[in-house]
């Protein structure tokens, strides 16, 4: 069951993310060092202002921090301009957010296909591996509906579809059962958990939900810009989708 | 070309997505470049009118008329009276080779009168040489005579349009008597329809023999010597090569006649027929670059229109150009997204526009009998391009605000 492997896939040094609000220096990141390996499926967690969308935004890519290093797969991201970080986001990280962040009047296929096409490729492997992608959360038979004829759990299934199509390296989820009702937030959990576990796929949820962080190996939590723990622990539970628990014989 | 392709598929698709507005924005470019082609093809066909009516006129034609035109704008002096007489037009007549015609004309503006209608047209007191120096040619009765120049005879020829105008259609015109500013005069002829339309009024035209329009319509037209004014003198030279020649011999000619000291600037100006083309074609060349021009801003209007639309869609799409650019989309990606969004508008905007613009250019040709609007390949150019150039240009600046946009709180944008 263990995924894990002693690569290390993020090494964020000591990393200082500041805030100007006009006059004011608001500090969102004081110091921040944390490692995760190839494989991982963990938690970052804490109350609101701890600075932990900023320090997702961070290991997105989508900002830089102020001071520190952060190294990406070997590669000291902090020193990229913007359309290198831009490559990055593209191919080594998917997001998966909150309120799905789908293209309206946009097909589930078109939306996962958006990444590839960023990427660069031809028409027909954007359309054989968004599918297979779609394939993988249980979507196969829904590419052509636009978000607005999905369910929330399907919407957030479409986003899953879009992080993985590029093969990233990890997966950064902000609050990805947030809007969710209890079964489907348990769905989207299980297909986290499978990717996890079947394809090693290495994801990091960031989340306020206790019951999100119970089911990843490890928690991190941040407080006022600091880490205040870091613990490696057993999950307290695994969901399992109704195929898998079928095949395994389980009923959920 | 792969993002291109891309770009244009997401731009269609973008447009698509609210059709009204993108039809309403075209619209502006739609009316500009209509506008711009239509008035170019009209002004294009003002000027072709203009020319071939002057080329009507005849052919290998060089006129006199009194006065400097060229220094008349200058506040020239003359040292001598401006003016022509029937002398000078002998003189061109006897001294100067190379001519076979010589026309003194004078013209004036009288009114046409027979039974209760009176028209205001435009004279010409001719010599006979007048109807084969201007292509005039009498569909009906006789030009003008030599023995009616000789003896004064009160007998006019009419332009067709004139004739059509005063005389009822069941009245025959040859014969019949008008007057002109009240004089009596008898009807000889009237004059085949001009080719090459109707420019000036040369189909609105009365004629009476010029010693007639001196003598009893304008008596008081003298020099101070006493003598009765011409207005112009048509020479027709015997070959196209001779022209320059025989103008320089009629001004040689004038100036002794008239005792030019050398210094002098000369009091009469020969012109040819071309030199005429070459005038008109410049004013109507300004006149086209005018209507152009104003077309030209209804097109800057609609560019305007462009950019407006575009930075609204840029507000609205702000969450959707944070999830482009948190999955990898590059600056350059969204810039050319919605700059293709601003070309896909102004260029298919263009497309209808020029359609429009044919449109309206053929419906004035139809409604104007004269006018032939000449639709140009450059007209049809210059809309597209300059279409093209609004969309970059009003596209730009939208397009590069999207790019700029920082994908994090373009995510956050509600």
Redesign the interface.
């Known amino acids: 069951m263990e995924a894990r492997d002693d690569h290390v896939l993020i090494d964020v040094r000591n990393v200082v993310k500041i805030y100007r609000m006009g006059e004011v220096e608001v500090p969102a990141l004081r110091g921040v060092s944390l490692q995760i390996h190839r494989g991982e499926l963990l938690s970052i967690m804490g109350p609101s202002g701890s600075g932990k969308s900023t320090l997702m935004?961070i290991l997105?890519c989508?900002?830089q921090p102020t001071a520190g290093e952060y190294y990406l797969d070997g590669v000291n991201v902090g020193q990229l301009d913007?359309?290198a970080l831009?490559?990055i986001?593209?191919?080594r990280i998917g997001?998966v957010?909150q309120n799905f962040?789908?293209?309206?009047?946009?097909t589930a296929l078109q939306n996962v296909e958006?990444?590839l096409?960023?990427?660069?490729l031809?028409l027909r492997e954007r359309r054989e591996r968004a599918i297979a992608a779609l394939e993988a959360v249980g979507l196969g038979d829904r590419i052509h509906h636009r978000p607005t004829e999905l369910s929330g759990g399907q919407q957030q299934r479409v986003a899953i579809a879009?992080a993985l199509v590029?093969h990233p390296s990890i997966i950064l989820a902000d609050e990805p059962t947030g809007n969710l009702d209890t079964k489907s937030g348990k769905e989207i959990v299980a297909i986290f958990q499978r990717l996890n576990r079947q394809e090693g796929i290495t994801v990091v949820f960031v989340t306020h939900d206790p019951d999100v962080a119970a089911c990843t190996r490890r928690i991190i939590r941040l407080r006022d810009g600091l880490v205040e723990s870091d613990e490696p622990r057993e999950a307290d539970c695994v969901y399992l989708e109704p195929e898998e628990a079928g095949a395994l014989g389980f009923s959920t | 070309m792969?993002?291109l392709l891309?770009s244009l598929r997401i731009a269609l698709?973008g447009l698509s997505?609210n059709k009204l507005r993108s039809a309403l924005t075209m619209l502006g470019i739609i009316i500009g470049v209509a506008a711009v082609i239509t008035l170019l093809s009209v002004g294009q066909g003002v000027q072709t009118l203009v020319t071939s009516s002057l080329e009507s006129i005849g052919t290998n034609l060089l006129f006199v008329f009194p006065g400097n035109i060229q220094s008349m704008g200058a506040g020239a002096r003359f040292t001598t009276a401006a003016y022509l007489t029937m002398r000078d037009a002998d003189a061109i007549r006897s001294e100067v080779p190379n001519i076979t015609a010589v026309a003194p004309s004078l013209q004036g503006t009288v009114d046409v009168e027979y039974g209760k209608t009176t028209i205001r047209t435009t004279l010409i007191g001719a010599t006979p040489e007048y109807g084969p120096v201007r292509n005039y040619q009498p569909a009906d009765g006789t030009f003008l005579t030599p023995e009616h120049q000789a003896t004064g005879a009160r007998v006019a020829v009419l332009g067709w349009r004139l004739a059509s105008k005063l005389f009822p259609p069941e009245v025959y015109p040859i014969g019949q008597t008008i007057k002109i500013n009240r004089i009596p005069f008898r009807v000889i002829g009237v004059l085949k329809e001009k080719g090459g339309g109707s420019f000036g009024s040369q189909d609105d035209v009365v004629m009476v023999p010029l010693s007639v329009a001196q003598q009893r319509l304008y008596p008081n037209r003298r020099s101070p010597a006493g003598e009765p004014l011409i207005s112009v003198i048509d020479v027709q030279v015997d070959s196209q090569k001779h022209m320059d020649t025989v103008a320089a011999s009629i001004t040689d000619v004038l100036r002794q006649l008239h005792r030019l000291k050398p210094e002098d600037d000369n009091d009469f100006t020969v012109i040819s027929q071309a030199d005429l083309i070459n005038i008109f074609g410049q004013i109507t060349g300004v006149l086209t670059l005018f209507l152009g021009a104003i077309a030209g801003i209804s097109l800057l209007v609609g560019g305007i229109g462009i950019m407006n639309i575009m930075l609204v869609s840029v507000t609205e799409r702000t969450?959707?150009i944070?999830?482009?650019?948190?999955?990898?989309?590059?600056?350059?990606?969204i810039l050319l997204q919605f700059l293709i969004e601003a070309l896909v508008l102004s260029l298919i905007g263009g497309a209808f526009g020029i359609m429009l613009g044919i449109a309206g250019a053929l419906a004035v040709d139809r409604l104007s009998a004269d006018l032939t609007t000449v639709i140009t390949p450059q007209a049809i150019l210059l809309a597209t391009g300059f279409s093209a150039a609004v969309g970059l240009f009003f596209g730009i600046y939208p397009a590069s605000r999207a790019a700029r946009l920082n994908?994090?709180e373009a995510?956050r944008y509600e």
């Open positions: 935004n997105g989508l900002d913007d359309n831009a490559v986001r593209n191919r997001f957010f962040n789908l293209l309206p009047r946009t958006l990444p096409i960023y990427a660069g031809g879009r590029t | 792969m993002y891309e698709r997505a969450r959707e944070g999830i482009r650019k948190a999955v990898g989309a590059k600056r350059r990606d994908p994090i995510l």
